[in-house]
T-cell receptor
Framework: DVKVTQSSRYLVKRTGEKVFLECVQD?????MFWYRQDPGLGLRLIYF???????EKGDIPEGYSVSREKKERFSLILESASTNQTSMYLC???????????????FGDGTRLSIL | GDSVTQMEGPVTLSEEAFLTINCTYT??????LFWYVQYPGEGLQLLLK?????DKGSNKGFEATYRKETTSFHLEKGSVQVSDSAVYFC????????????FGSGTQLTVLP
């Protein structure tokens, strides 16, 4: 089974702090994603990466950055945390599509981040 | 841009009742469609998928048919169980190298014994 591991289940930080959320997958997947989940809004894509050192902005990248130095690890960085970044953060990974397949995304259990 | 609209919850049913969760989508191309499920305290798991028109995805007694003419992908189950209580997300996959997902807002389902 694919395993996507997020480093923390719960995290509490203060406004203005630099926050790192870590995600590791064990299936050699090319694609990795960071989402935030808020009630009534579903999941919104923050950033994604389709290869090492590659990154692409999602729908809501403002206030965030990412790092992918190794294939299995994808980090989300809140440069200067603010209270409106209090949310559930979900990491996902997927294999590169084959010619006839559409590879599903596999999710971690999430990090519930509170910014005080 | 692409979008997914699913029925608002919460939905509360008795055990063995019939379930329908409506999902409609807007997309410019020919997306793939997915249902994901999120159990309490967990991340999302793929429940089923369909990659082209008229495909039917099925898993664990759940079914959904890709209807291009009505741009819909409604989730159904004939007899729900208490263990089906979860949040259900409809999603579509755009074309592109990484196949980003666009999610609906989620529907909370509670099944009572």
């Amino acid at each position: 089974d694919v395993k996507v591991t997020q480093s923390s289940r719960y995290l509490v930080k203060r406004t203005g702090e630099k926050v790192f959320l870590e995600c590791v997958q064990d299936m050699d997947h090319e694609n990795m994603f960071w989402y935030r989940q808020d009630p009534g809004l579903g999941l919104r894509l923050i950033y994604f990466s389709y290869d090492v050192k590659m990154k692409e902005k999602g729908d809501i990248p403002e206030g965030y950055s990412v790092s992918r130095e190794k294939k299995e690890r994808f980090s989300l960085i809140l440069e200067s945390a603010s209270t409106n970044q209090t949310s559930m953060y979900l990491c996902a990974s997927s294999d590169r599509d084959g010619s006839r397949s559409n590879q599903p995304q596999h999710f971690g259990d999430g990090t519930r981040l509170s910014i005080l | 841009g692409d979008s997914v609209t699913q029925m608002e919850g919460p939905v509360t049913l008795s055990e063995e009742a019939f379930l329908t969760i409506n999902c409609t989508y807007t997309a410019t191309g020919y997306p793939s469609l997915f249902w994901y499920v999120q159990y309490p305290g967990e991340g999302l798991q793929l429940l089923l998928k369909a990659t082209k028109a008229d495909d039917k995805g099925s898993n664990k007694g759940f079914e959904a048919t890709y209807r291009k003419e009505t741009t819909s992908f409604h989730l159904e189950k004939g007899s729900v169980q208490v263990s089906d209580s979860a949040v259900y997300f409809c999603a579509l996959s755009d074309t592109g190298s990484a196949r980003q997902l666009t999610f609906g807002s989620g529907t909370q389902l509670t099944v009572l014994p």
